[in-house]
T-cell receptor, first 114, second 113 residues
C-alpha cells in the first residue's frame, strides 16, 4: 500500500513558466515532508522540506505548500529553467523516535521545454 | 566536503550468487541508511544505523540480506543468495544525526541474471 503518492509520472512545462508537482499521502503520522531531485546515474539531492506545523516554505525559486487536512503537498518552481529537468521525489518522515527513514513516492519526471 | 561514496557503481551477477556493496558516508555523519530503488519506484528503506547500532531493519529481507557498520563509519550491504527481483539501484545515505537532512550517494546498480 503506497503511503506517498505522486500520480503524475511525467510533466512537461515551458521554460520560464511555473512547474507544479503534486504529492498526496495517507499516513497522518508523517510530520515532515521533503522533495528530492534526481538526475540520471546520480543519487537524489535534497531540494526543500516542510514541517507539518507549517503550510508554506520558500527557498529561492522553489516553494512547497502543505495542506494537512487534504494530506496534500505541492512543489512550485518559478520560473522553470532547463536545468530543472529531472525526476522529483516527494518523501515523508514519521514523527518521534530515532527511526527516521524516508517513505518516497514513485517520482515525477519534469521536462522543461525551451 | 566529499559526498557519500559507494562502490562498485555497477554489478552484474547470476541468480544464487552473492554480492556486497560498500558505502563511505560523509565524514562525521552518525546516521547511515541503505535504500533499494527498483526501476520505476521510489527508494525504499532497507536499514538505518546510528553509529554502529541498528535503529530500523524492519524492511530488510533478513533471510538473504545483511548489513553491518563496523566502527560506526563505513558500511557494507550483502545479498546472499541473490534473486532476479533484487535487480535495483542500492542507495546509501548519511546524515549528521537523526531527523536531519539525508545526503545520498550515487548508488550501485545491480543486475541479477
Amino acid at each position: 500500500d503506497q503511503q506517498v503518492k505522486q500520480n503524475s509520472p511525467s510533466l512537461s512545462v515551458q521554460e520560464g513558466r511555473i512547474s507544479i508537482l503534486n504529492c498526496d499521502y495517507t499516513n497522518s503520522m508523517f510530520d515532515y515532508f521533503l522533495w528530492y531531485k534526481k538526475y540520471p546515474a546520480e543519487g537524489p539531492t535534497f531540494l526543500i522540506s516542510i514541517s507539518s506545523i507549517k503550510d508554506k516554505n520558500e527557498d529561492g525559486r522553489f516553494t512547497v505548500f502543505l495542506n494537512k487536512s487534504a494530506k496534500h503537498l505541492s512543489l512550485h518552481i518559478v520560473p522553470s529553467q532547463p536545468g530543472d529537468s529531472a525526476v522529483y521525489f516527494c518523501a515523508a518522515r514519521y514523527g518521534g523516535g530515532g527511526a527516521d527513514g524516508l517513505t518516497f513516492g514513485k517520482g515525477t519526471h519534469l521536462i522543461i521545454q525551451p | 566536503e566529499a559526498g557519500v561514496a559507494q562502490s562498485p557503481r555497477y554489478k552484474i551477477i547470476e541468480k544464487r550468487q552473492s554480492v556486497a556493496f560498500w558505502c563511505n558516508p560523509i565524514s562525521g555523519h552518525a546516521t547511515l541508511y541503505w535504500y533499494q530503488q527498483i526501476l520505476g519506484q521510489g527508494p525504499k528503506l532497507l536499514i538505518q544505523f546510528q553509529n554502529n547500532g541498528v535503529v530500523d531493519d524492519s524492511q530488510l529481507p533478513k533471510d538473504r540480506f545483511s548489513a553491518e557498520r563496523l566502527k560506526g563509519v563505513d558500511s557494507t550491504l550483502k545479498i546472499q543468495p541473490a534473486k532476479l527481483e533484487d535487480s535495483a539501484v542500492y542507495l546509501c545515505a548519511s546524515s549528521p544525526g537523526t531527523r536531519e537532512t539525508q545526503y545520498f550517494g550515487p548508488g550501485t546498480r545491480l543486475l541479477v541474471l
